[in-house]
């Protein structure tokens, strides 16, 4: 374990750098007794000019009373000690954090709570190539053969760290150890320490000037994540740079973690331990289970940009720790158990499923996700949302239409910490729990999400001719002698090109009539299909699409499946050419409004360029449609759907 090295310059003996003379807070002017202000509550401490000062309320939300003076903040660098040697060098890993407070904290009595970002991404990453997926199916890998010849994951392209220093994260400076200022990062200062927050930010086990290694959503990445809520709690012990011991006397213990992407998954992460401490967390774009970031249904699938990645590949990418051996074997270990040959669930990954210990969740979630992200999906969101419900943990979804990243509001944000973290009754609990931007860029507010009107509306598909599109109806369509339609794998046609297309042998297609009104989808499309295979292996995937009255294609949600993991993610069974299998497998959650006019489509192919391994062309597969339906959970069908005869 590498000890954090002395800082140079003068620095004050509790490893706290002191401001300049700072202008006192709003709050200790006068603000803060100003009780007789319609809208305004004073925290109880700060209504004696003799007591400690204390943050105001209005409207439910904390007010800017602090200074927003950076020179007036008092800065902090940390090590926390860990329970977890994940190096394995016989000593505790060690989590390099800072913390940035209120003056007010040393010389006014304020005890503030903590908005709390961890993060592997702080000090960059490193440019890795990708796995190569431009190969057959279940074929391993030969000893000694090379297959990170894929893509180069390059850091200055990845939209991932962008996303996560989309709030001002990348006002951080370079870590040089040469003093106690914000090495790190300056995300979300501007925004709390003015309402009487503290900032802590922390860099991920294997990153920066944190010991450990990278684990990739592992136990031992959450412990040291989690170690940090502990510290602030007095349950860990923390050194600065000299080797002194720094406690954490200033906060109130109550901690609000947010993030985005990698910064959002941790979170989940540390939620699902059931630390003592965090209130509230606000995933933005995060993971919930590693597995559906990086399979679907027992097939192997990239996130969307990423083809070829997988956890060892992000492993080395986040490895920025100055000892660039010492976490060699654990890499090995990651790239060993995550098993890109078969694609099946096994105990690598229900350890990196968070859902697993949503019991034991009790900080309150705000849960932030783009509906257009294809590099963290909907179901990483829909599924902890759900699993959230039914604990009855405090809970509340915010769902725009953009891609990856995207944080609500600072009204929203401020209201649910200002609730949870400051323990301000501000009756957050009671408001609508879902607010989803609409196509029109508008935000409207549902009472839950999935929205409870929505019904599962299954429709029916009868075959098209000659490869042209066929019929989507919620009208049954006739069974007698099996009716099957062909197509043939072509990895090289990407998704859109083959939605777009009129007529193909490399899809089936299948649309409904033009609605008589507006249908809104609102939550996780299924499919059920008789299908049959031309080969032992193949890959499956399911396009839901939205054709304009001019026939132009828009995809809206997507879906893939292993035929191998019929029975079950945990095992693969044997496909025997020729043979029909059921097959019933999800898509990826959405909400979105298909107009009046419009008709919905259903598009099957085999391989997809962008998110799937690519075998060489020309397996076929065969598709009994009359047997095969899919189900979509619509509000407003009743009347906008007219069954069309198959």
């Known amino acids: 374990m590498s000890m954090p090295r002395p800082v140079t310059g003068p620095v004050a003996p509790t490893g706290v750098r002191r401001p300049a003379p700072a202008r006192r807070g709003a709050a200790a002017l006068g603000l803060a007794v100003a009780t007789t202000l319609a809208g305004v509550v004073v925290d109880p401490a700060a209504a004696s000019p003799d007591a400690a000062v204390g943050p105001v309320f209005q409207d439910g939300l904390a007010q800017p009373v602090f200074s927003a003076d950076p020179d007036d903040w008092i800065r902090q660098e940390v090590w926390v000690e860990t329970t977890v040697d994940s190096d394995g060098d016989g000593r505790r890993d060690r989590v390099h954090a800072e913390v940035t407070r209120l003056r007010e904290t040393e010389t006014a009595g304020l005890r503030s709570p903590v908005v709390y970002e961890a993060s592997p991404y702080y000090a960059g990453g490193n440019p890795i190539g990708n796995h190569d997926v431009d190969h057959e199916l279940y074929e391993a890998r030969r000893p000694g053969q090379d297959d990170r010849d894929g893509q180069v994951l390059d850091p200055r392209t990845d939209e991932r760290p962008a996303a996560a220093d989309a709030d001002g994260a990348g006002n951080a400076r370079s870590i040089d150890g040469t003093g106690p200022g914000p090495a790190i990062s300056t995300s979300h200062e501007a925004n709390w320490l003015p309402r009487g927050f503290a900032v802590v930010h922390a860099e991920s086990l294997g990153s920066g000037r944190s010991d450990g290694c990278p684990t990739i959503g592992g136990r031992d990445e959450t412990i040291g994540a989690a170690s940090v809520v502990d510290w602030l709690n ?38 699902s331990t059931g630390v003592k401490g965090l209130e509230a967390i606000v995933p933005i774009s995060a993971i919930s289970s590693w597995y559906d970031y990086y399979r679907a249904n027992g097939a192997v699938v990239a996130p969307g940009g990423y083809q070829g990645e997988d956890t060892d590949v992000l492993a080395e990418y986040v490895y920025t720790r100055a000892d660039r051996a010492v976490c060699r074997s654990v890499i090995d270990g990651l790239a060993k158990a995550q098993d890109r040959v078969t694609g099946d669930y096994n105990r690598f990954w229900d ?52 891609g ?132 032992p292996a193949a890959n499956l995937t399911a396009l839901l699409v939205d054709h304009d009255p001019s026939g132009k294609a828009k995809i809206i949600t997507r879906g893939w499946a292993d035929p191998q993991n019929r ?67 619509l509000v407003g069908a009743t009347n906008a759907l007219i069954p069309v005869t198959g």
């Open 567 to 633: 029975r079950s993610l945990w095992r693969s069974d044997p496909v025997k050419p020729g043979t029909p299998y059921r097959l019933r497998f999800d898509m990826q959650p959405h909400d979105y409004v298909f107009p009046a006019g419009h008709r919905i489509g259903l598009v099957l192919l085999s391989s997809d360029h962008d998110h799937t391994i690519r075998p060489a062309p020309g397996a076929t597969l065969t598709l009994d449609p009359t047997r095969s339906t899919v189900t979509l959970p």
């Open 351 to 402: 350890e990196r499923d968070y859902v697993n210990d949503v019991r034991r969740v009790h900080a309150a979630v705000l849960v932030a996700h783009g509906l257009n992200d294809w590099n963290v999906k909907t179901k990483q969101a829909a599924r902890w949302y759900e699993a959230l419900k039914a604990r009855h943990v405090p809970h509340k979804i915010y769902l725009h239409q953009g």
């Open 234 to 271: 007095g349950r860990a012990k923390a050194y600065d740079a000299t080797g002194a011991q720094v406690r954490a006397t200033w906060t109130t213990g109550r901690v609000g973690m947010i993030g985005t992407s990698y910064n959002g998954t941790l979170p989940n992460a540390v939620a």
């Open 404 to 535: 990856h990243g995207g944080s609500p509001g600072l009204d929203v944000l401020n209201r649910w910490f200002t609730r949870y973290l400051w323990d301000h009754r501000n009756g957050v609990e009671n408001d609508p729990r879902a607010l989803v931007q609409r196509e029109d860029r508008s935000l409207v507010q549902y009472t839950e999400w999935p929205d409870p009107a929505a019904a599962g509306v299954r429709l029916h598909l009868a075959p098209g001719i000659g490869g042209t599109a066929g019929v989507l109806t919620s009208g049954r369509t006739r069974q007698g002698a099996p009716v099957t339609e062909t197509f043939v794998d072509d990895a090289s046609q990407p998704a859109q090109a083959l939605a777009d297309v009129a007529a193909s042998a490399n899809r089936l297609a299948y649309r409904s009539g033009p609605l008589a009104g507006a249908v809104r989808l609102s939550g996780t499309p299924e499919l059920s299909l008789r299908m049959s295979f031309g080969r």
